[in-house]
């Protein structure tokens, strides 16, 4: 764990820290959170970094961003576990986990070959339940139910 | 506006169903009444059917509507590959309703979503089916007196079956037991049984038909297909088991009718078809009267 500090990326003056992202959901989460996309902002992450929970966890710093709550919700698909730290002057004014969003729009594909979300351009629509420990997503159109590891999160 | 699309049985309370039943017993009385005069209705089949295209054709003109649409995408702009969205925007412009079959599941739901008129959907894939669903409590209603206290059973292909499912869900408010009877490849779901567990219902499964129907108030048949199993040699094992036999029924109830989903292929003898506990044409015909009630409530003209 000492290790740890010494490869992880440097503090940020304000902005949020999202931190214990299972190592192989980094990219996901960059993609969730348009990440990929921001002019402006510095965003740094490490990758691959050893944790006593996860086994290998990713960490992300977006400096100058404030996430609207329902947009950082979106992780909790790849990332259940994740945990925010909203920083302000160099100081964490704000811990906060993720919690799986009621309903899941326009980022996961229904594992039904014959439903018409497959066939037309059409956002996806699930409802979400948890049952033992798995996120399952129920699609709005076909009714079918889609396990978190077939929903291939975009 | 509240949406007055029908795409689900889930889209309709005990009160709705109940007024379906009203609805339909008078215009079983009175078939013939102009109350579309001057609607259309758009029939959009995006696959084949028989009897769900004609009894609702059939339900339109004897209410003095005029319909429109197609029982075969071929020589429509679906085969240049019209979009369905693009189908259905059109054709709310030219239309006051739709009914709709498609072969993709969720299809019907989209459509009510992007329609500027009412959908009724007349079965989407392995998906809904809620007209049959109703024609089959008014067929309980009508041949019962009541839908309350009674013994359903239900034989054959209770895994994929979807009007089995509907039936199960819109039976659940009227206090039923239920019976199933179903080779162990084509059981019923385990979230229907929990569903009926939830809401202290009583059921029994069984594999074999007799004795287990001999208490039923409604013997529900559906067809046991062979592509519905992996290994034909299991298929080959039940195909003459869930077949009902005249000679089954002498000693079921007095009051016990038997209902089929139709089309029947063996599964009921075709001598039981002078019985008169044999229900599945009069079935049929309650179709009509069922999807005018349907209509009607859809279009708000009651």
Redesign the interface.
């Known amino acids: 764990m000492e290790n740890e500090k010494v490869l992880s990326v440097s503090a940020i003056e304000n902005g949020t820290v999202i931190d214990h992202i299972p190592a192989q959901s980094l990219f996901k989460v960059i993609s969730l959170l348009n990440l990929d996309k921001l002019a402006d902002n510095q965003v740094t992450f490490g990758y691959n970094l050893k944790s006593k929970q996860l086994g290998m966890k990713a960490i992300i710093k977006v400096s100058e961003k404030f996430f609207e709550d329902i947009e950082l919700d979106k992780i909790a698909l790849v990332a259940p576990n994740a945990k925010l730290n909203i920083i302000k002057n160099y100081n964490v004014v704000e811990k906060r986990l993720v919690k799986v969003p009621e309903k899941v729009i326009g980022i996961a594909h229904c594992m ?1 070959p ?4 497959n ?4 956002p996806t629509k699930f409802t979400t339940s948890t049952t033992g420990g798995n996120i399952v997503l129920r ?6 139910c889609t396990d978190i590891e077939h929903a291939e999160i975009f | 506006m509240k949406n007055r699309s029908l795409v689900a049985i889930s889209d309709y309370s005990k009160d709705d169903y109940l007024e379906i039943m009203e609805l339909a017993a008078q215009f079983e009385k009175n078939p013939v009444q102009k109350i579309l005069d001057g609607k259309v209705v758009a029939t959009l089949f995006f696959e084949p059917s028989t009897r769900t295209r004609l009894s609702f054709e059939s339900a339109v003109n004897r209410l003095g509507g005029k319909v429109l649409g197609f029982s075969d995408t071929s020589q429509t702009s679906v085969s240049k590959g019209e979009t369905l969205k693009d189908t259905i925007k059109m054709v709310s412009c030219y239309a006051d309703l739709i009914v709709m079959r498609h072969p993709l599941e969720g299809a019907a739901r989209y459509a009510s979503e992007i329609s500027k008129v009412p959908i009724i959907n007349a079965g989407d894939g392995a998906n809904q089916h809620p007209t049959q669903c109703l024609l089959d409590l008014y067929s309980i209603k009508k041949t019962q007196g009541t839908l309350d206290n009674l013994k359903i059973t239900m034989v054959g292909d209770l895994k994929y079956g979807r009007t089995v499912h509907s039936l199960l869900m819109a039976m659940s408010y009227f206090n039923p037991s239920f019976s199933f009877i179903a080779p162990e490849e084509l059981r019923l779901p385990d979230e229907y049984k929990q569903f009926l567990k939830q809401r202290n219902i009583k059921f029994e499964e069984h594999t074999e038909m007799a004795p287990n129907i001999n208490d039923a108030d409604i013997i529900y048949m559906t067809r046991v297909q062979r592509e519905r199993f992996a290994d034909p040699l299991e298929y080959e094992k039940v195909k003459n088991v869930y077949v009902l036999r005249n000679s089954m029924l002498d000693n079921t109830k007095p009051n016990v009718k038997i209902l089929h989903p139709l089309p029947r292929v063996n599964e009921i003898s075709t001598d039981v078809d002078d019985n008169p506990k044999a229900y599945y044409f009069e079935q049929a015909q309650n179709a009509v009267y069922t999807r005018q009630a349907i209509i009607c409530k859809t279009l708000q003209l009651l």
Do not use: G, L, S, V
């Not at chain 1, 014959?114 to 979300?117: A, L, M, P, R």
């Not at chain 1, 066939?119 to 059409?122: L, N, V």
């Open positions: 039904n014959k439903c018409i979300t066939h037309e351009k059409i699609c709005c159109y076909c009714d079918k």
